[in-house]
């Protein structure tokens, strides 16, 4: 079964920085490429960052520069290093694989003075 949990999302003021993590159990990690998503308060589910099995990345365009991607095969974990951050970041963030219909509990960042 899989299972998915999201965590390191805190009250952080902006300009500040967080490290978010991912751990998935119930599948062969390493062969999965990993997306971070998150919720903004009145929008939709946005896609944020990608790395593949291969540790190929992307971004969304907006979020370059800002965030950082990577994975730890070894520990089943994907994280999400924010930097500079703004208070329009403030939302759920969640990490999930392609195809996969389950999603976690997601992780809480505020970014406010």
């Known amino acids: 079964q899989v299972q998915i949990v999201e965590s390191g999302g805190a009250v952080v003021q902006p300009g500040g920085s967080l490290r978010l993590s991912c751990t998935i159990s119930?599948?062969?990690?390493?062969?999965?490429?990993m997306n971070w998503y998150r919720q903004t308060p009145g929008k939709q589910r946005e896609w944020v960052a990608f790395i593949s099995s291969g540790f190929s990345i992307n971004y969304e365009n907006s979020l370059k520069g800002r965030f950082i991607i990577s994975r730890d095969n070894a520990r089943n974990t994907v994280y999400l290093q924010m930097n500079n951050l703004e208070p329009e970041d403030t939302g759920v963030y969640y990490c999930?694989?392609?195809?996969?219909?389950?999603w976690g509990q997601g992780t809480q960042v505020t970014v406010s003075f």
């Open positions: 119930g599948i062969q990690f390493h062969m999965y490429g």
């Open positions: 999930n694989f392609p195809a996969n219909p389950t």
